[in-house]
């Protein structure tokens, strides 16, 4: 219902594989896929791995459909959120697959905020420390624009579009 009432407003409604959400695992978020005409996919790689779900299976079933893609990564092993390229998430192989134009979402959680206690009770578990939120930020970015780079992007004012 929500998808027809945002409808006639212009409003495109998505849904982010976030854990502890009903569509957070695979087969729900397919289930959601499946019977939710009109929604919209956001592609979380660290969300996934957090639930237990491999970016290979999940890259696979969900990346032709997603319409943009939070940029952070994860160590399954450790449980540490890490920036883009240095955990599970296969964030290059993720780049190498973009064959429409996308919105890549930073979405680094480099650095402890808060809030984020209050979202699922967990405590964030970081492999690197930095001395502020903005060079956690500016690594963050670093990190994706070298995997883009590394897939044949070329920068063209504010986007990066497939090298010519």
Same mark, same amino acid.
């Given at each position: 219902e929500?998808?027809?009432?945002?409808?006639?407003?212009?409003?495109?409604?998505?849904?982010?594989?976030? +854990? *502890?959400?009903?569509?957070?695992?695979?087969?729900? #978020?397919?289930?959601?896929?499946?019977?939710? !005409?009109?929604? $919209?996919? %956001?592609?979380?790689?660290?969300?996934?791995?957090?639930?237990?779900?491999?970016?290979?299976?999940?890259?696979?079933?969900?990346?032709?459909?997603?319409?943009?893609?939070?940029? +952070? *990564?994860?160590?399954?092993?450790?449980?540490?959120? #890490?920036?883009?390229?240095?955990?599970?998430? !296969?964030?290059? $192989?993720? %780049?190498s697959?973009?064959?429409?134009?996308?919105?890549?979402?930073?979405e680094?959680?480099?650095?402890?905020?808060?809030?984020?206690?209050?979202?699922?009770?967990?405590?964030?578990k970081?492999?690197?420390?930095?001395?502020?939120?903005?060079?956690?930020?500016?690594?963050?970015?670093?990190?994706?624009? $070298?995997?883009?780079?590394?897939?044949?992007?070329?920068?063209?004012?504010?986007?990066?579009?497939?090298?010519?």
């Amino acid at each position: 219902e929500m998808v027809e009432i945002a409808k006639p407003f212009g409003v495109q409604l998505c849904h982010e594989n976030e +854990k *502890d959400i009903y569509g957070d695992v695979a087969c729900r #978020v397919k289930d959601i896929m499946d019977n939710v !005409k009109g929604l $919209k996919y %956001v592609y979380d790689p660290a969300n996934y791995l957090q639930v237990g779900e491999p970016a290979e299976n999940t890259l696979s079933l969900f990346h032709a459909s997603s319409e943009y893609f939070h940029i +952070k *990564d994860f160590i399954v092993s450790t449980g540490e959120i #890490v920036p883009a390229g240095y955990g599970d998430g !296969k964030i290059s $192989k993720l %780049v190498s697959m973009i064959d429409k134009d996308v919105i890549l979402t930073l979405e680094p959680h480099l650095a402890v905020f808060d809030a984020f206690k209050s979202i699922d009770n967990t405590e964030m578990k970081h492999k690197f420390h930095f001395d502020s939120n903005l060079s956690a930020f500016n690594t963050a970015v670093d990190s994706i624009k $070298k995997i883009i780079l590394d897939n044949g992007y070329v920068a063209k004012g504010n986007v990066f579009v497939k090298g010519e």
